[in-house]
C-alpha cells in the first residue's frame, strides 16, 4: 500500500511539473518530489521562482486604460516597469490640468494604483522618471512629488523637458519598482 501512495503522489507531483515546466520532469525528479513531499514549502518556492521570472502583465482599472498598444505595467523577475501615467482620471476619463499641482497629484495617484496592482508600492519605486513640458514648474512638481516619496524611500529619478506629451499634459512620470 505504500509503494502505491509513493507511485501515486510521483505521478500527481510529475503531472504538477510537467504543467508547470512545460516538459517531462528533469532527471533526479523521484529525489526532488522526495524533498517536495517531506517539505511543500520547497514546491511554493519554485512556483513563485518561476512565476516571478516570467512577463506578467499589469492593468487596473483604478488607473486609465491605456490609450495606446501597451499595457499599464509589466512584472519581471521582481521587477515592476509601470508605463508613463498622465493626469487622466480613471472614473471619468477626463484630464485633469486645472494647475500642475494638481495633475501632478493625478499622476501620482494613477501610478501608485498601477503599483498596487501589481504588488508593490511607492514605498519601492527604485527609479523615475519625468517628463515634463516646462522646466519652470519644477519647484511645483517637486512639492508634491514629495508628499509622495518621503527621503527615507525616495527613488532615484530625472527629470526631462520635452517638447510635447500625450494629449498636450504637462507632466508624464514611468517608474520602475521592485515588487
Do not use: C, W
Not at 504543467?19 to 518530489?33: S, T, V
Amino acid at each position: 500500500m505504500v509503494g502505491s501512495s509513493n507511485s501515486f503522489v510521483f505521478e500527481a507531483t510529475s503531472y504538477v511539473l510537467i504543467q508547470f515546466f512545460h516538459n517531462p520532469p528533469p532527471a533526479g525528479a523521484k529525489q526532488l518530489l522526495k524533498i517536495i513531499i517531506i517539505n511543500p514549502v520547497h514546491l511554493h518556492h519554485l512556483f513563485e521562482s518561476r512565476s516571478r521570472s516570467m512577463k506578467q502583465l499589469v492593468n487596473t482599472a483604478r488607473a486609465p486604460l491605456p490609450i495606446g498598444p501597451y499595457n499599464q505595467a509589466v512584472a519581471f523577475n521582481g521587477l515592476l516597469f509601470v508605463s508613463g501615467q498622465i493626469a487622466i482620471d480613471p472614473s471619468s476619463g477626463n484630464l485633469v490640468i486645472d494647475h500642475i499641482e494638481a495633475e501632478t497629484h493625478q499622476v501620482l495617484q494613477n501610478l501608485q494604483a498601477i503599483l498596487e496592482a501589481g504588488g508593490s508600492s511607492l514605498q519601492k519605486v527604485l527609479k523615475a522618471t519625468v517628463f515634463v513640458k516646462d522646466m519652470e514648474l519644477f519647484g511645483r512638481i517637486n512639492a508634491v512629488y514629495g508628499e509622495y516619496f518621503q527621503p527615507e524611500f525616495a527613488p532615484a529619478r530625472e527629470l526631462v523637458q520635452v517638447t510635447a506629451l500625450p494629449k498636450y499634459v504637462n507632466i508624464e512620470i514611468s517608474v520602475i519598482a521592485q515588487i
